[in-house]
Structures are given as structure tokens and as C-alpha cells.
């Protein structure tokens, strides 16, 4: 089922970067994303370079250190949106499952046997982990294990559920000072994430069921990134839900 939305893609228009985010957590389904995976750079069929596929997960620590002999040249992507366990336990449902320490542990031992970089996702959300502080620590973890990663910041889009629970997006000012922090003080390479589709709640974060808005409707809950609109814009990626 995997490798059939490839396909299907394939027919449209060809796609050259293969991105496991999204509705679910690609690592408790391994066995189906590595035998998809060797299906799309099987050089018989699609043959897409390992490189251009990124794995993205919440942190299974185990299946992160198997990846990295499963699929040796394939991206990691951890959705870490935290600086610390405390913080995390708060946003992340899985934050107990997972520690901070044992993730970044998991990390490093991924990189030393790939010599990959490691992307990291941050959702930054307005005074709960945008702060200076949080600038700093984080850098501090990711520098003091010896972590050559890039910190992907993307700005917290509003949801019903969400905005509920008092979450709301964190000041320009700030997100560009978290940056500024984390390249000038530490030396780590931050992207901050465009904003698409928030017009029509597909931006990143977005893509979930409002049963009062629209009771009808069919639509995935999608609690990681890559809505629908940057994928039309850009029509070159394919963000792969199973």
C-alpha cells in the first residue's frame, strides 16, 4: 500500500524526494516502510536514491538504531519539539515512552554509524518553548553529545483542539532570535519552515478532523508536517501516510 501511492504519484508527475511523515509513526510499522523503501531504490524499478528519502519519527529508540544497518543511506528526521524531558512530557504524548537522554542517545549512535546528518523537527509554540533558554539548551544537548543535525523551526499553525488547550504561534521576533541563537552561539545550521496552506487549515499541523466545522468531511488527522498545499506548490515530493 505503500509503494502503490508511489506509483500512482509516479503518474502525475515525477517525484524525486520520498519524506515517512505524517498520520502515524513510521517506526511501529518497520518491517512495511524498510521493504517499501528497498522497493523505490531497487534500481530495477524507481530507482530513487537512498538519499532522497527521509524517515521521520517521534523518537523509537530501538528502530532508530536499526535503521541505521536496515537502511544505511537513508534520512532521519526526529520530531523532537523540546529542549528538555519536562517540556516534552507537556507536548509530546510519547514523551514518557521516549526520554529526551535515551533519543539523543539513539541519535548518536545512528550518526556515528551513518555519518548523516540528523534533522530535527521543533514546533515552536509561543511561550513554552521559544524562550532564550530554550535556545540555549538546546543547543547545549545537541552540541555537548557531538550531534550534527539541522534544527528545522516551524512555527506552531493554529488548530481548534490546540488553541483549546491555550497553545498559540510564538512572535516573529522570538522565532528569529531562537535561530539567531542557536547559528551564532552554537554554530547549529536552523531553517525556519515557510508557512503554506494555513488558509485553508493543510499547513502543517493542520490536516484534522473539526466535527463542527466540517461534520462530513473524510479528512486524516495528520500530527506531523507536510500539508497538502506545499505539496501541490511544490509537486516534486511525496509525503508518504500509511
Known sequence: EIFEQL?????????????????????????SVVSSIMLMVDHRLFGLSPSRITVSTVGVTSRI??????????????????????????????????PVEKLIAACRSWQNE??????FEYVVLGGINDHESHARELGDLLTRNGINGIVN??????????????????????????????????GIRCTIRRELGQDINSACGQ????????????????????GGAER???????????
Open 7 to 31: 506509483v500512482h504519484a509516479m503518474r502525475i508527475e515525477k517525484i524525486r524526494n520520498v519524506v515517512f511523515m505524517g498520520m502515524g509513526e513510521p517506526l511501529n510499522n518497520y518491517k
Open 232 to 242: 501541490k506548490k511544490v509537486g516534486l515530493g511525496l509525503l508518504l501516510d500509511w
Open 65 to 98: 538504531k536499526a535503521m541505521a544497518s536496515d537502511l544505511p543511506g537513508v534520512n532521519l528526521a526526529l520530531s523532537l519539539h523540546a529542549p528538555n524531558q519536562e517540556i516534552r512530557l507537556e507536548i509530546v504524548p510519547t514523551g514518557k515512552a521516549y
Open 207 to 226: 490536516l484534522v478532523i473539526n466535527s463542527e466545522q466540517q461534520a462530513k468531511s473524510s479528512c486524516g488527522a495528520d500530527s506531523s508536517c507536510g
Open 114 to 119: 551513518t555519518g548523516k546528518l540528523i534533522f
Open 153 to 186: 523551526l516551524i512555527p506552531w499553525n493554529p488548530t481548534v483542539a490546540g488553541t483549546m488547550e491555550g497553545y498559540k504561534a510564538p512572535d516573529n521576533g522570538r522565532l528569529l532570535g531562537f535561530q539567531r541563537l542557536l547559528r551564532e552561539e552554537h
